[in-house]
């Protein structure tokens, strides 16, 4: 089966079609990241408008490159939530259209369930599992104990990693976004400045990284009053050491407790190489089977997308055209 796949939730339009939820046929993203970059960040308004200028192009030119007629597909799936509301919805309307248009089933799929059915695309999966999910907006870590059911075992109390990379970067005068940046700094830096972890109560899943933040900007300035120089590649790499121990070893530990089978790296920042050597390291120690997806698919895409509605797909589980855009949709409760 083919499902055609839309994605809008924040930044990036992008349409893809997957077959039987694991073959990727096509997947075209256009990032909006230049249009957004002088404003340090995404600007909601900014981002709806421009997936309604790029949306209708995009969906032609997926189908073109994977070769589809409409007469071949099966299912028309859209992240509904979480997300930007004003992007969501230019996803949502266009994906309605084309189930209208082409009588097909409409698939409504949670942004993270994708993240996470991303290493769908990389290999079958085995359950259950454990997730660690990475994102600008989201750090979870997830219990899949079968095929697309969910349970959160911790995450963020504040700031998701991906914020806390990219405010960092900001405070280091580096571009938005940071998470690139502030990894290939800390590659190429000979030391690190030591910072605090954020463990929280012993046993605890979750997550936070305001402190982190906040102790580095005390760092910066400290050296900005003392009039000392402090190489900028010095913090990222203690900045990153920091938020890698905490992220692999939470990680470890939830697969351990929960007797998981695998460990998938799931999200945006799971693009960070210090994340995936430091997590394969261990895991190859520990003996825990990882699966880390293509760098192509970490990042916003609608491939991803494709793949976590064929668990919807598969169970004939479609949505109703009054589907809303949900901009704080549960992972929980989309659950097969
Ligand atoms: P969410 O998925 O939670 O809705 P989002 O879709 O905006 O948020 P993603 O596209 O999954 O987030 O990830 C973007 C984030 O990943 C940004 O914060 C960016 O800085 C970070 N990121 C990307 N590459 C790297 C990297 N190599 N190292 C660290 N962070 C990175
Ligand atoms: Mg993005
Ligand atoms: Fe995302």
Same mark, same amino acid.
């Given at each position: 089966? &083919?499902?055609?796949?839309?994605?809008?939730?924040?930044?990036?339009?992008? %349409?893809? %079609? @997957?077959?039987?939820?694991?073959?990727? *046929?096509?997947?075209?993203?256009?990032?909006?990241?230049?249009?957004?970059?002088?404003?340090?960040? $995404?600007?909601?308004?900014?981002?709806?408008?421009?997936?309604?200028?790029?949306?209708?192009?995009?969906?032609?030119?997926?189908?073109?490159?994977?070769?589809?007629?409409?007469?071949?597909?099966?299912?028309?799936? $859209?992240?509904?939530?979480?997300?930007?509301?004003?992007?969501?919805?230019?996803?949502?309307?266009?994906?309605?259209?084309?189930?209208?248009?082409?009588? #097909?089933?409409?698939? +409504? /799929?949670?942004?993270?369930?994708?993240?996470?059915?991303?290493?769908?695309?990389?290999?079958?999966?085995?359950?259950?599992?454990?997730?660690?999910?990475?994102?600008?907006?989201?750090?979870?870590?997830?219990? /899949?104990?079968?095929? =697309? *059911?969910?349970?959160?075992?911790?995450?963020?109390?504040?700031?998701? /990693? +991906?914020?806390?990379?990219?405010?960092?970067? *900001?405070?280091?005068?580096?571009? !938005?976004? +940071? =998470?690139?940046?502030?990894?290939?700094?800390?590659?190429?830096?000979?030391?690190?400045?030591?910072?605090?972890?954020?463990?929280?109560?012993?046993?605890?899943?979750?997550?936070?990284?305001?402190?982190?933040?906040?102790?580095?900007?005390?760092?910066?300035?400290?050296?900005?009053?003392?009039?000392?120089?402090?190489?900028?590649?010095?913090?990222?790499?203690?900045?990153?050491?920091?938020?890698?121990? @905490?992220? %692999?070893?939470?990680?470890?530990?939830?697969?351990?407790?929960? =007797?998981?089978?695998?460990?998938? #790296?799931?999200?945006?920042?799971?693009?960070?190489? +210090? #994340?995936?050597?430091?997590?394969?390291?261990?895991?190859?120690?520990?003996?825990?089977?990882? %699966?880390?997806?293509?760098?192509? !698919?970490?990042?916003?895409?609608?491939?991803?997308? =494709?793949?976590?509605? !064929?668990?919807? &797909?598969?169970?004939?589980?479609?949505?109703?055209?009054?589907?809303?855009?949900?901009?704080?949709?549960?992972?929980?409760?989309?659950?097969?």
């Amino acid at each position: 089966c &083919y499902i055609v796949a839309i994605e809008t939730s924040c930044d990036e339009t992008s %349409v893809a %079609v @997957v077959e039987d939820g694991t073959k990727v *046929r096509s997947n075209i993203v256009s990032s909006q990241i230049e249009t957004h970059r002088k404003f340090g960040g $995404v600007v909601p308004e900014v981002a709806s408008r421009k997936h309604v200028e790029t949306i209708t192009w995009i969906i032609e030119e997926a189908l073109r490159e994977a070769r589809v007629s409409p007469a071949e597909l099966s299912a028309v799936a $859209v992240t509904h939530g979480p997300g930007l509301v004003g992007s969501l919805l230019v996803g949502m309307v266009a994906a309605k259209a084309l189930a209208t248009a082409l009588e #097909l089933p409409l698939i +409504g /799929v949670h942004h993270i369930a994708g993240h996470i059915y991303a290493n769908r695309l990389v290999g079958e999966l085995e359950y259950p599992l454990v997730a660690l999910v990475v994102s600008g907006g989201h750090t979870e870590i997830v219990h /899949v104990q079968e095929e =697309g *059911r969910f349970r959160i075992l911790g995450l963020t109390r504040d700031d998701a /990693v +991906g914020e806390a990379f990219d405010k960092v970067a *900001r405070a280091l005068q580096l571009p !938005y976004p +940071g =998470g690139p940046h502030i990894d290939r700094l800390a590659h190429e830096a000979k030391e690190s400045i030591t910072l605090p972890r954020a463990w929280l109560e012993p046993g605890s899943y979750d997550f936070s990284f305001s402190g982190l933040k906040s102790a580095v900007l005390a760092v910066l300035n400290q050296a900005k009053m003392k009039g000392e120089a402090l190489d900028p590649a010095h913090v990222a790499r203690g900045f990153q050491e920091s938020v890698i121990d @905490v992220l %692999v070893e939470k990680a470890v530990r939830a697969v351990r407790e929960t =007797g998981a089978r695998q460990l998938l #790296l799931a999200g945006g920042v799971a693009a960070n190489r +210090g #994340l995936r050597t430091e997590l394969a390291g261990r895991c190859a120690e520990e003996g825990i089977p990882l %699966v880390i997806p293509p760098f192509e !698919y970490c990042t916003d895409n609608a491939a991803m997308i =494709g793949a976590a509605a !064929y668990l919807k &797909y598969t169970r004939g589980q479609f949505s109703s055209f009054d589907m809303k855009a949900e901009p704080l949709l549960s992972l929980e409760e989309w659950s097969v």
